[in-house]
């Protein structure tokens, strides 16, 4: 990750209270934070002691059940 250039909001008493972000800067975070869940999810579903199944099986359950 880059470094952010973030600026700060502050109160009357100079206590931080917001964060100004560049858009692209603001977007790399969104992205990052999508990895961060999905590396999140991958390591909680290998952790888990549920059944397994093959990718093509679970889309195929997930579609049938939609409609």
């Excluded at 880059?2 to 009357?12: A, C, I, Q, R, Y």
């Excluded at 800067?25 to 969104?30: I, P, R, S, T, V």
């Amino acid at each position: 990750m880059k470094t952010l250039t973030e600026k700060f909001l502050v109160d009357k008493k100079g206590k931080k209270v917001g964060v100004v972000l560049s858009f692209s800067e603001y977007k790399e975070l969104l992205k990052e934070l999508e990895e961060l869940e999905s590396l999140y999810a991958y390591d909680k579903a290998k952790a888990s002691e549920d059944e397994v199944i093959p990718f093509e099986q679970a889309i195929e359950e997930i579609e049938k059940n939609r409609g």
